[in-house]
């Protein structure tokens, strides 16, 4: 059984239009949804897909989720989905798998790795080997972002403590997890790195829909030349024609309309064919486009790299409030502690005094 139609699920569209046209070019219908809950809705009211590619990462419901609503569904838990992500290690891979995932496709996405995955799916669709339904009764799920899990329990709770505060037993709080400047480090990176992706997906989504705007309005008024020219064309040649067969007699008349009918034809002909975008046309566009995509590049790059040294900057600040505020509190308790010693020696120094100055009285009276 062949891979005919699929459904495409991700905030970007520029991501959405490049994996469509790899898509198309294996003859293909491509269906589009811009977010998870659209793609809930969209199957909900259409024939199911062949395949589902989901984008791992995107705001409100992400990759994750659909999948497991999908997967919870009985019409709609059978359709295989691949899962769009720039993380491909052996791991991910199993986890994702074990949840419901056929396989995964790695961001950006390639015409080879493309073709290998598909291949591979009209294979095990052919032959009936692809992998049972999970259930989704387990509440397992893959990390929500790409970065290394950080292993809190989900009923834990974050507290500031010095190193070696133990409990009352004895040993530390199972469910209390210290904030160390590690784990603020890791929240702090996967914070900014998450509001780093949306804004270049809105950046990057503005950008294209500017060109594609603005391609759009190119062509509008190319076609809208090439019908004003080939009007105004037309009608000089019938005024033409007039003008010739107002005198002439019958026979002349038919003749010239004859000709001039001809003529008119094999104008229009031409006309037609050089309608529309020519060969040069065509390379000037790609052409175009491929400086746009280079400049979209470079754009990336720098707002990646201003973003990696925002975070560095973030991640450095909030290490060092965290050692100020563990200092503050080890001097804290440093004070206390010299406190409580200087007003046991003051009260043993007082009784010493207090006695010596009874036994002097009791000696010299």
């Avoid at 294979?123 to 992998?131: A, H, I, K, M, Y």
């Avoid at 972002?145 to 974050?158: F, K, M, Q, R, Y």
């Avoid at 998450?194 to 804004?199: G, K, M, Y």
């Avoid at 008024?221 to 019938?238: C, G, V, Y």
Wanted: net charge negative; with cysteine; proline share 4%.
């Amino acid at each position: 059984m062949a891979i005919k139609n699929a459904l495409l699920v991700d905030d970007s569209k520029v991501a959405r239009f490049a994996l469509s046209k790899l898509l198309e070019g294996r003859d293909m219908e491509v269906n589009m949804a811009g977010s998870a809950e659209e793609a809930l809705d969209f199957l909900k009211s259409h024939d199911r897909p062949d395949v589902i590619f989901m984008d791992h990462l995107m705001p409100g419901m992400n990759g994750v989720e659909a999948t497991k609503a999908i997967k919870g569904n009985p019409d709609t838990a059978g359709i295989p989905i691949i899962m769009c992500t720039s993380k491909k290690s052996s791991s991910f891979m199993e986890e994702a798998r074990n949840f419901g995932v056929y396989n995964i496709l790695t961001k950006p996405p390639q015409t080879d790795g493309l073709s290998l995955v598909l291949d591979q799916l009209a294979s095990d669709v052919e032959q009936g080997t692809l992998p049972p339904t999970v259930t989704t009764a387990n509440d397992a799920e893959l990390p929500d972002t790409e970065d290394e899990l950080l292993h809190i329990p989900t009923d834990a709770s974050v507290e500031m403590s010095p190193k070696g505060e133990l409990g009352a037993n004895g040993h530390t709080s199972p469910n209390v997890v210290p904030l160390t400047s590690d784990l603020i480090e890791q929240i702090a990176r996967s914070a900014v790195k998450t509001h780093i992706n949306n804004r270049l997906h809105e950046l990057l989504s503005d950008l294209f829909d500017e060109q594609f705007d603005h391609l759009k309005r190119a062509l509008d008024e190319n076609r809208s030349k090439q019908d004003a020219a080939i009007e105004e064309r037309l009608n000089e040649l019938t005024k033409l024609l007039d003008d010739r067969t107002r005198n002439l007699r019958d026979d002349v008349a038919a003749e010239v309309n004859l000709s001039l009918s001809q003529e008119l034809a094999r104008l229009k002909k031409e006309l037609s064919k050089n309608a529309g975008f020519t060969a040069e046309h065509m390379a000037e566009l790609k052409d175009h486009i491929t400086s746009v995509q280079t400049i979209d590049t470079e754009f990336w790059q720098t707002l990646q790299s201003e973003a990696i040294q925002q975070a560095h900057e973030i991640s450095r600040e909030t290490a060092e409030d965290i050692a100020q505020r563990t200092i503050d509190l080890y001097v804290s308790q440093q004070r206390s502690a010299n406190s409580r010693i200087y007003t046991l020696g003051l009260a043993v120094s007082l009784g010493i005094f207090t006695v010596g100055i009874a036994w002097l009285s009791g000696l010299f009276g």
